[in-house]
Each structure stands twice: as structure tokens, then as C-alpha cells.
Antibody, heavy 129, light 106 residues
Framework: EVQLVESGGGLVQPGGSLRLSCAAS????????MSWVRQAPGKGLEWVSL????????????NYADSVKGRFTISRDNSKNTLYLQMNSLRAEDTAVYYC??????????????????WGKGTTVTVSS | SFELTQPPSMSVSPGQTASITCSGD??????ISWYQQKPGQSPVLVIF???RRPSGIPDRFSGSNSGNTATLTISGTQATDEADYYC?????????FGGGTRLTVL
């Protein structure tokens, strides 16, 4: 069964750091594009970051939303089949449930597609003093 | 930056058809995906590549995309379809979500 399990959330003070983990089973993280998506309390989904698959010509290219660029770092450990999100300089507005997701990408010739077909249950991050 | 706009809420009677829209510049030139999220649960993919359904998604869910508007259509809406629905697109190097539409079945 394909599954994602997030962990590492918790309460942290503003300016602090936290590392989220996302353990995958049933598929190989190294061969997949993967994303982090967050949802602030009572708000909608916000994409945070993605990492390309290790097999693409772009290697481990990473992209970030402007709201987290320079503060968050996405990475993976192939030996543990786990995705990470290192979050530094945390702010109150980073408070959210953080989901990891497996991404599907490709082109049909006309257009490029990108969607998330498997989601974890999420881990809650609260930034407060 | 690219934006996707959805109506914040809509309601539908059981058995009727719900059409949830998602608008954005030249949206018909992009592939759209739709996610369903019920309270306290993770999002679930219901439509990808504009109109394709993942296995396990009922065929009452369908999608279309043309011009500047994509539409998620739920035919014969059931009480279990009450949820938040989000559209999503890829823009250059980033993933973009719409603000979400809360569908109430009453």
C-alpha cells in the first residue's frame, strides 16, 4: 500500500527551527517528485516546496513558495525513503498543518501536468511564544 | 504571479448537479486538478489532467477546462460530497492552488 506518514510537528517559538519528516512506503521517494503543502487554521491549501526526482536531468532541483524561500529547505534521504522539510526562522504565520504529497508530472505533448496523487495525514506546526 | 479564483461557497440539493468553477488567465492552456477535503481529513485527488478520474473516484465527478475557466461537475450530488474543493495548476516552476470552495449539500 502506498502511504505517507508525517512527523516532527509541534510547538515552537518565533524564530525557532523545526524539521518535519515524511516516511514513504509502497513507492520510492528517490524516483518521485514530492511536495510539502500547508494549511493554516481555517484557511485553504498553500503549496510550500517541491523536490524533483533524482533521476531527472535536473537532479535534486528544489522550488519554494516566496513566503518560505530562504527559510525552509526540502530534502530527502534515499536510504530511509523519507522526505524532509527543515524550517528555520519560523513565524506565527507558518502555523499550519503540513502535508507531504507524492507528485505526478509529465507532458502529453500539448501541456505539462502536475498533480498530487497521494497525501499524508499531516503534522501540526504551531509557532507561538 | 499566477492566481486561481474560486467562489468561496455554494450549495446544492441532494440529487442535483453542482458545478464548481476555477478561473485564471488562459487557464485552458494548463492542466487542472481538483481535490476534495472533508473536515479533519487530508485532501483527496478527484480529477487530474482536466477530466480524468483516479481509480476509486465515482463517475459522478467530472471536469472540463476551456478558455479562462475550469469546472468540476458533480452529478447526482450526495450528502457525502459535502466538502471543500480546491483546483490546482502548475505555473512555470510552482504549484498554485485556488482558494477553495465549500460545497454544502442541503
Amino acid at each position: 500500500e502506498v502511504q505517507l506518514v508525517e512527523s516532527g510537528g509541534g510547538l515552537v517559538q518565533p524564530g525557532g527551527s523545526l524539521r518535519l519528516s515524511c516516511a514513504a512506503s509502497g513507492f520510492t521517494v528517490r524516483r518521485s517528485y514530492m511536495s510539502w503543502v500547508r494549511q493554516a487554521p481555517g484557511k485553504g491549501l498553500e503549496w510550500v516546496s517541491l523536490i524533483y526526482d533524482a533521476g531527472s536531468y535536473t537532479g535534486s532541483t528544489t522550488n519554494y513558495a516566496d513566503s518560505v524561500k530562504g527559510r525552509f529547505t526540502i530534502s530527502r534521504d534515499n536510504s530511509k525513503n523519507t522526505l524532509y522539510l527543515q524550517m528555520n526562522s519560523l513565524r506565527a504565520e507558518d502555523t499550519a498543518v503540513y502535508y507531504c504529497a507524492r507528485d505526478r508530472t509529465g507532458s502529453t505533448g500539448d501541456y505539462y501536468y502536475y498533480y498530487m496523487d497521494v497525501w499524508g495525514k499531516g503534522t501540526t506546526v504551531t509557532v507561538s511564544s | 504571479s499566477f492566481e486561481l479564483t474560486q467562489p468561496p461557497s455554494m450549495s446544492v440539493s441532494p440529487g442535483q448537479t453542482a458545478s464548481i468553477t476555477c478561473s485564471g488567465d488562459y487557464l485552458g492552456n494548463k492542466y487542472i486538478s481538483w481535490y476534495q477535503q472533508k473536515p479533519g481529513q487530508s485532501p483527496v485527488l478527484v480529477i487530474f489532467q482536466d477530466n480524468r478520474r483516479p481509480s476509486g473516484i465515482p463517475d459522478r465527478f467530472s471536469g472540463s477546462n476551456s478558455g479562462n475557466t475550469a469546472t468540476l461537475t458533480i452529478s447526482g450530488t450526495q450528502a457525502t460530497d459535502e466538502a471543500d474543493y480546491y483546483c490546482q495548476a502548475w505555473d512555470s516552476t510552482t504549484v498554485v492552488f485556488g482558494g477553495g470552495t465549500r460545497l454544502t449539500v442541503l
